[in-house]
């Protein structure tokens, strides 16, 4: 499926759930994609992408970056906290907010570095022992404490889990969202960011609708 389609298919989901035309971001995941293929979604006009590895974005982003003045480039995998430094650095937006440990080595180069990229605090609403997240009977008490260290997260993230009804994963996130005055939701991949929008998504991550299966590891 080309980027034309996925397109083409978000601004359908919009229409449909009655909601303005831009009101969300495609975060084309290009985790492990060959540059050529990512050349070429950027030839096309895609500004905002979904990195996993903070290696991976440091060595393929500068130069693309040199070229693409406007382009965005999000962290969308778990971030280790001795690469947080780095991490600041290269992307625009973490929507992997998942700890303390975390939040407090983002507070420490916020405030030496007198900004921080957007930040996205990742709920495992799911409740899965595997996944990192913040539990959700958890996430009044980490908002809080994010806020004393003068941390301003702006939305929530999360990965529903498999082979589940993603659909009350997304009402959850939103409802928490909401009860803290948070307007990001990056929620949505590529099997159901159709229903993420209809549920309020405004970050959706799509990748291989877009590049097809992509290499492993």
């Not at 449909?16 to 495609?26: D, E, N, Y």
């Not at 979904?50 to 480039?73: C, H, I």
């Not at 420490?108 to 570095?113: D, F, I, N, T």
């Not at 009044?140 to 004393?148: E, M």
């Amino acid at each position: 499926m080309s980027l034309i389609e996925i397109r083409m298919r978000l601004d359908a989901a919009l229409a449909a759930a009655g909601r303005a035309q831009g009101s969300v971001t495609l975060l084309a995941v290009s985790k492990l994609q060959p540059d050529a293929k990512v050349l070429a979604a950027l030839q096309a006009g895609q500004r905002d992408f979904g990195e996993n590895y903070v290696q991976e974005s440091a060595t393929k982003w500068p130069a693309f970056r040199d070229q693409f003045l406007d382009a965005k480039v999000h962290m969308i995998g778990p971030l280790q906290t001795n690469k947080a430094k780095q991490a600041v650095e290269l992307f625009d937006a973490i929507h992997t907010l998942d700890r303390a440990s975390l939040a407090e080595k983002l507070a420490k180069l916020a405030q030496a570095r007198g900004q921080c990229p957007a930040l996205f605090v990742q709920v495992n609403t799911g409740e899965e022992p595997q996944k990192a997240g913040i539990l959700p009977a958890g996430l009044d008490d980490f908002v809080k404490a994010c806020h004393a260290m003068d941390l301003r997260p702006q939305g929530l993230m999360c990965i529903p889990p498999d082979g589940q009804d993603p659909a009350p994963h997304f009402t959850m996130l939103a409802d928490m969202a909401a009860r803290h005055g948070l307007s990001g939701l990056s929620m949505g991949m590529s099997s159901d960011f159709e229903l993420a929008i209809a549920l309020g998504a405004t970050h959706v991550r799509v990748g291989s609708a877009i590049f097809g299966a992509r290499p492993s590891a």
